[in-house]
């Protein structure tokens, strides 16, 4: 038995043992996920959100105190999520790239204005 990791946006999916850490799974399928700290669950570079029907094996005590009730909406880090059954990835962007698009989404609305 397996379980089954699919990134967004990406749509990339991939199987993996269960007990395979998030972190693991994108490195494996090519989906970047930042980090600094190598998975030591230090750096909270490599947080990402859960889709809330996946099938993740139970949080453990360490991570849950990274997180200060984010997980509660749905946030893990992906160097100590482990997934157990399908899981489903919501990836951000890194910021430069994020902050491009927003740049590059308002010169186009200003563009739409103009016309
Ligand atoms: S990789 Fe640093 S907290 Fe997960």
Request: hydrophobic share 40%; net charge positive; glycine share 6%.
């Amino acid at each position: 038995m397996s379980a089954k990791v699919t990134f967004s946006p990406s749509g990339v999916s991939i199987e993996v043992k269960p007990g395979t850490s998030i972190l693991s799974a994108a490195r494996k399928a090519g989906v970047l996920i930042q980090t600094r700290c190598g998975g030591n669950a230090a750096c909270f570079m490599c947080k990402v959100k859960i889709r809330q029907d996946s099938d993740l094996l139970p949080i453990a005590e360490e991570e849950r105190r990274k997180l200060a009730g984010l997980e509660e909406e749905g946030y893990r880090l992906a160097c100590q999520a482990k997934a157990r059954g399908q899981v489903h990835v919501e990836v951000p962007l890194d910021p430069l790239r994020a902050a491009v698009q927003k740049l590059l989404a308002k010169q186009a609305e200003e563009n739409d204005e103009l016309w």
